[in-house]
Structure formats: structure tokens, C-alpha cells
């Protein structure tokens, strides 16, 4: 038996694009038994939580697809980036240059924008240009208490058949040309990670993280106490089997085959 299976299990966070669908060309598609994966957990009565940094597109946009493709879930079962960035946005009073995915612009709306003294960034694509990325530095650099926050730290995500820059390298690009630390409000934040499991109400070590990305999904699960899982899907590559930094807990082919572990030895 995998050294994963031999503690108990209650929860389960499942990262989204990579795991449960491939997106694409028309919004993707459901990968392979990771429709019925999670059924079967349902019915089997685990708490679930899906954890994801999608922000290019509402809470809501993201399970109205989800639910197309199959999935059962609701909206208080998705946890986001975006939801986090608001609500930090209205404790602090802050005024936010939102150099995010047009798709995602919803979470924001009704927000005072106008003179920002912040910088939200996330995986805004085309929009990532030299020209805005210069305004996001001016908002940064001419603060006197500069704030920075990013919608993730990831790398890379695929698209298609094709890997795609991730909100990461320009978040790094703003901290060391501003000399400022961003504010991760997805994975891999510890606080991220953690809302989720308060949410579910179980103990870390109940938990299991079931992701594609080795260092923001199974990495930042493992920094909080919580078991990884690399799938074998999405953006994983098979040189993440020799990460330098980072050994998931377990992996496996696809999130089915996951849930046929979990069901069968928990």
C-alpha cells in the first residue's frame, strides 16, 4: 500500500484544470473517469473542496462549466483566488490597478478603481504586455506602502496541447523591479490551503491534495502539513518525478485512479 493510503482520510482538495478537465479549444473537456472519481466520493460520503487558481472567469462561470461537463458541485465547494483578493481589497480599503483576465473582471465589480494604490495581477494573457505591466510597476514604485497582490505564483498551465507563461514570472518581475513581496491569494498559500480544510472542518492530516502542478498544488498542500498527490495529467511532465525540491506523498495516472486507491484501502 502507498505511504498516502495508510492514514485516514475524511477531506479531499481537488486542483481543477489538469485533474477533473483539459482545456482547450470550445472550454476542453472532462478527463477520462474523473466524472464518475468524483460520484464515487460523494457517495462515499468524503468532504470535497475544489481548489483552484482559475481567475479567468467567476466562481460561477467556472461551475456552470464544470457542471456541463458532468461534475455535481456547487459553487460554496470552489475555492478561488478571486473571492480572496476582494475581500482583502474591502478590509483594507484599497484601490486596486487589475491587471487580471478580462473573464475575470466580474469578481471585481462595484470596486472603487480610480486612482489605484494597489496591484491585483493574475494570468491575464495577451494583457500581460510591456505597456501594462509599466503602469502596474508606476502604481508599485510611486506607493508609499506598496501592495502587490497575485492571483497565484504558478510557473506554467497547459492550454490546449500547448504550455502557457502563468501570473508567476510577472509577479516576479514586479517584486524584484519594486523591491516589494506579492501577496499569493491561491495556491500556494499556506492561508489558501488552510480555508479550505477549516471549511471542511477535519484535521490536516485527514486531508489529501490531488493536483497536476508539483509545486503549487502538491507543494503548497505539503507545506501546510497536508498529503500531495501528483496526477499524471494536465501540465505534468515526467521530469516532475525528479522535482529538486519537492516529493509528493503519491502518484498516480489520473484522479480515477486516485479514487479507486482511496476507496478501496481507506
Given amino acids: 500500500m502507498a505511504a498516502w493510503l495508510r492514514r485516514k482520510i475524511r477531506g479531499i482538495l481537488l486542483d481543477i484544470s489538469g485533474v477533473l478537465y483539459n482545456s482547450g479549444e470550445g472550454g476542453g473537456e472532462a478527463i477520462p473517469g474523473s466524472v464518475e472519481a468524483v460520484e464515487k466520493l460523494k457517495a462515499a460520503g468524503y468532504k470535497i473542496r475544489f481548489c483552484t487558481n482559475e481567475d479567468q472567469c467567476s466562481r460561477e462561470q467556472l461551475v456552470n462549466k464544470l457542471r456541463g461537463f458532468g461534475f455535481n458541485l456547487s459553487s460554496s465547494e470552489v ?5 480572496n483578493a476582494r475581500k482583502i481589497l474591502e478590509e483594507r480599503n484599497l484601490r486596486p490597478f487589475l491587471l487580471i483576465h478580462p473573464g475575470g473582471i466580474p469578481e471585481f465589480e462595484g470596486l472603487d ?7 491585483v495581477i493574475g494570468a491575464a494573457e495577451e494583457l500581460l504586455t510591456y505597456d501594462n ?16 497582490l497575485a492571483t497565484g505564483y504558478g510557473r506554467y ?16 518581475a514586479l517584486e524584484f523591479a519594486c523591491d516589494v513581496k506579492a501577496e499569493i491569494v491561491g495556491k500556494p498559500s499556506a492561508k489558501f490551503f488552510l480555508a479550505a480544510i477549516e471549511d471542511m472542518q477535519i484535521p490536516l492530516e485527514d486531508a489529501v491534495m490531488i493536483g497536476d502542478d508539483i509545486v503549487s498544488d502538491v507543494g503548497g498542500a505539503q507545506a501546510c502539513g497536508i498529503r500531495g498527490v501528483q496526477v499524471r495529467t494536465g501540465k505534468f511532465r515526467p521530469q516532475d518525478e525528479h522535482h529538486p525540491t519537492v516529493t509528493p506523498d503519491g502518484y498516480v ?9 482511496i476507496l478501496k484501502h481507506n
Fill in 157 to 172: 498551465y497547459k492550454k490546449g496541447s500547448n504550455l502557457i507563461l502563468d501570473v508567476g514570472p510577472y509577479t516576479k
Fill in 253 to 261: 495516472n489520473d484522479l480515477a485512479e486516485a479514487v479507486e486507491l
Fill in 133 to 148: 505591466m509599466n503602469k502596474a510597476f508606476r502604481v508599485l514604485l510611486n506607493s508609499s506602502n506598496p501592495i502587490l
Fill in 113 to 119: 478603481c480610480h486612482d489605484p494604490n494597489c496591484v
Fill in 79 to 83: 475555492f478561488a483566488p478571486a473571492p
